[in-house]
């Protein structure tokens, strides 16, 4: 079968139900951090097992069909290790991972066969996150270490180049998070979250980050930074993903309760930023990550629901003009934290895409990664119907909301607004049997109840919180 006629199959033949997960290995042991990449015709796997006190970074081949082919996988090392990243070349993949003092990497070919007995060693400072691309020749790592973000190559030979600082926020006291990098065929494209100098001030993740603190910047193919000043991507988000082509480049950002994109293009000059396009909106924090396969850019995000922590994985194919081709989406077991924890994104040379995530079985506490084929993936529906005839009054200290529905919801959501309308601010989730939900409010705020699906949401239906005694609704 062609890859275009494959493709097709996957835009217009949709499953009729949602597609199941797979296992990409035979291990029990708690997994964790999954990232994914493709090769020849499958995909292969990087995670961490849980193992006592450290966790053993672990590597696995994975095949088209969604098939495990390592068994409980290719150990690599055993470390306090908090950061993982996968890239692969024609042959072979290699995992790189980085430690509380060290970022450390190895080869695994697409036989199977682990290359480097002993870790090979790019950096012995204390570092971040990590990434990797294979730009056609070499494989460029890139790492964050405080004030400063510094690359370093590795051939396919396993030489490793001295770490060169690309980008230094010393004097300033700036800190770099999350980086994440592609090879647009002439120089790398790198994404990353800057945050100004250490204030004091403590913000939980349910704070929304400030704006403008991602950004993005050129670095040539020696590992030099072409930009003198990175380009700043406006608006509230708290990380960022990039894929790249020959021409152009699709950057996926999670922003407070939504997964949007923006393209960004080289004029030769300088970088141009094309407008910021949602993709999708929730009343939690979205993951997101992309790739491109070939024909199109792939952006996957994973989100869920809060009264089981259950939910979806879905998927948008994106044209180099910014086209939409499609979402899909499928049904994924419940997430062990949502917040920036994937999905891992990637395209074999076949043109297939796969997502890798964290989940945890539902008969047990053993968290594990599964790897989810796009093209078992259904055609995202229309949000559901939105609930009818909301009405509310007064019990003792609280507001009761009680609504109508005829079903199709996978829950409903409260919101409240305290200022007519102006904006809303999420009360309360409630399972697709409710009907009736209680609330703190005050007398003239309004109460928003809206129905949600994988689809996302449907319109709200609102009602003033009035002084009047109780008059029941009548129930589908």
Known sequence: MSRAFSLFLALVVPLSSFASGHDVSTSTANQSAPVVTGNADGFAVAWLNQSGPFRTVTAARVSS???PLDGAGIPLDEKATFSTAIAHSPSESLVV????SSIVAARVTSSGVRLDTTPLLLSSQSNGQVAAVWDGSRYFVVWSTGNRLVGSFVGSDGTV?????????TALGNAFYTPDVSWDGRQFMVVFVEDGPYT???CSVSCAPPPDQVRVMRVSAAGDAIDTSRIEIPGVHYSAHIASTGTESLIALDGDFETSTMFVRDDGLALRLGPEVSLFRWFYHVSSDVAWDGAAYVVGWRYQKAYDGAGWLAASRISRTGMALGSFVTAGEPAVNSIGLGPSVAANDGGQTALAVLEKETSSSITRTRLYLLREFSTMPPPPPA???????FSGSKALIEWQSDGGADGFVLEQSTNFGASWYRVSEWSPETRTASTFASVGNLVRVRAYGPGGFSEGTITSIGSQQRRRSQRP
Do not use: C, M, Q
Request: net charge negative; aromatic share 16%; no cysteine.
């Open 65 to 67: 069909a969604g098939d």
């Open 97 to 100: 991972w980085g430690t509380s």
């Open 161 to 169: 180049t001295n770490p060169k600082v690309f980008l230094d926020e």
């Open 200 to 202: 004091g001030v403590f």
């Open 387 to 393: 609930p009818r005839n909301a009405i509310s009054y």
